[in-house]
């Protein structure tokens, strides 16, 4: 049997105010006949699941919704001051010009499907 808990708070860090506070807890076991031919689970895939029922159940509480970004990136050095900014610009635009961003968007898609409980944070 394995059984995992977690207390997850939300703090607001400019007044130091808990706005959300909750304890999450889940538990997997497993059990086998001698006749089954399956055997019993190994401790930690059960401790695997268990953490993985918990972390589903808070991305649920606290992150339900998927927020979609528009960006529109800038094409030239206007308004930019300083040479250095501006050099780093130019760089940071010519590497951006060069990127495929549909295939990057469907590949982070992919990459968060497949790795939910890491990725759910990340938005594209």
Same mark, same amino acid.
């Given at each position: 049997?394995?059984?995992?808990?977690?207390?997850?708070?939300?703090?607001?860090?400019?007044?130091?105010?808990?706005?959300?506070?909750?304890?999450?807890?889940?538990?997997?076991?497993?059990?086998?006949?001698?006749?089954?031919?399956?055997?019993?689970?190994?401790?930690?895939?059960?401790?695997? *699941?268990?953490?993985?029922? #918990? $972390?589903?159940?808070?991305?649920?509480? !606290?992150?339900?919704? &998927? *927020?979609?970004?528009?960006? #529109? $990136?800038?094409?030239?050095?206007?308004? !930019?001051?300083?040479? &250095?900014?501006?050099?780093?610009?130019?760089?940071?635009?010519?590497?951006?010009?060069?990127?495929?961003?549909?295939?990057?968007?469907?590949?982070?898609?992919?990459?968060?499907?497949?790795?939910?409980?890491?990725?759910?944070?990340?938005?594209?």
């Amino acid at each position: 049997m394995a059984i995992f808990s977690a207390t997850v708070k939300v703090i607001n860090v400019e007044s130091a105010v808990v706005v959300y506070s909750a304890d999450y807890s889940s538990s997997e076991s497993s059990e086998s006949c001698l006749d089954s031919g399956s055997p019993v689970r190994a401790s930690l895939e059960l401790m695997s *699941l268990a953490q993985e029922k #918990v $972390l589903e159940n808070i991305m649920r509480d !606290i992150l339900p919704y &998927n *927020l979609l970004l528009r960006i #529109v $990136l800038m094409e030239d050095t206007d308004g !930019i001051k300083g040479g &250095n900014f501006v050099d780093k610009f130019t760089s940071a635009l010519e590497f951006a010009k060069k990127i495929d961003w549909i295939e990057a968007v469907n590949y982070g898609k992919i990459y968060m499907k497949k790795n939910q409980k890491v990725c759910r944070l990340i938005t594209i």
